[in-house]
């Protein structure tokens, strides 16, 4: 619906791929997941496994249309960034058929979780890119219990970051290539944090 939106008035359709790109959710680029086929593509974090690099891609046709020379940078074409930039790429070539599992098992691990934590509100998220909403009773925003979950998974060697406006959703992105038992390890971390938050 919205490239048919985008085609029928003449705009061009971004897609900023910077945290969904390079494998995060389980394909290539989010807008694969999600069937979208965009103008433009934004990238960045992902793309040199987060040595400092981002692009912008298009097509040849739309690209031609900026005269050369009119856009330049102070650090544009880095070659040692563009290295690091095609390891990652080979690289993950061989990690992303492992995410899909990764992902699932995340989520039922969530899932479970939610069963016994009643704070756990939303479960949401598209490969390992996961947001777990924590809520009180009345089902508000409960950021002392995102609070308490990250406290105690820095005192167990997780660190655990917020995202939200109300700043009460676990945002949990582990590594594309983490093992079963580390993946597990975390997922433990924050079932206790969680235990004990609720005790």
Same mark, same amino acid.
Request: aromatic share 6%; charged share 20%; glycine share 12%.
């Given at each position: 619906?919205?490239?048919s939106?985008?085609?029928?008035?003449?705009?061009?359709?971004?897609?900023?791929?910077?945290?969904?790109?390079?494998?995060?959710?389980?394909e290539?680029f989010?807008?694969?997941t999600?069937?979208?086929?965009?103008?433009?593509?934004?990238?960045g974090?992902?793309?040199?496994?987060g040595?400092?690099?981002?692009?912008?891609?298009?097509?040849?046709?739309?690209?031609?249309?900026?005269?050369?020379?009119?856009?330049?940078? @102070?650090?544009?074409?880095?070659?040692?960034?563009?290295?690091?930039?095609?390891?990652?790429?080979d690289?993950? @070539? /061989?990690?992303?058929?492992?995410?899909a599992?990764?992902?699932?098992?995340?989520?039922a691990?969530?899932?479970?979780?939610?069963?016994?934590?009643?704070v756990?509100?939303?479960?949401?998220?598209l490969?390992?890119?996961?947001?777990?909403?924590?809520v009180?009773?009345?089902?508000?925003?409960?950021?002392?219990?995102?609070?308490?979950?990250?406290?105690?998974?820095?005192?167990?060697?997780?660190?655990?970051?917020?995202?939200?406006p109300? /700043?009460?959703v676990?945002?949990?992105?582990?590594?594309?290539?983490?093992?079963?038992?580390?993946?597990?390890?975390?997922l433990?971390?924050?079932?206790?944090?969680?235990?004990?938050?609720?005790?």
């Open positions: 619906a919205l490239r939106i985008c085609d029928e008035h003449g705009i061009l359709l971004i897609a900023d791929e910077v945290q969904t790109g390079f494998g995060r959710t389980g290539w989010g807008s694969h999600l069937g979208l086929r965009p103008d433009i593509v934004v990238y974090k992902g793309i040199a496994n040595f400092p690099l981002s692009a912008v891609g298009s097509s040849r046709e739309l690209f031609s249309q900026w005269p050369a020379g009119s856009h330049g940078t @102070t650090y544009g074409g880095n070659p040692i960034s563009c290295a690091a930039s095609a390891a990652t790429i690289g993950l @070539t /061989e990690v992303l058929p492992g995410v599992a990764r992902s699932e098992h995340s989520f691990r969530f899932a479970e979780m939610k069963k016994t934590h009643s756990i509100g939303d479960i949401r998220g490969g390992l890119m996961i947001g777990v909403e924590l009180d009773e009345n089902l508000d925003a409960d950021p002392a219990a995102i609070g308490h979950v990250k406290s105690v998974g820095l005192e167990e060697g997780l660190f655990i970051l917020d995202c939200g109300k /700043e009460n676990i945002r949990f992105l582990p590594p594309l290539n983490v093992s079963m038992e580390d993946l597990d390890r975390g433990d971390i924050i079932d206790r944090a969680l235990s004990s938050y609720e005790a």
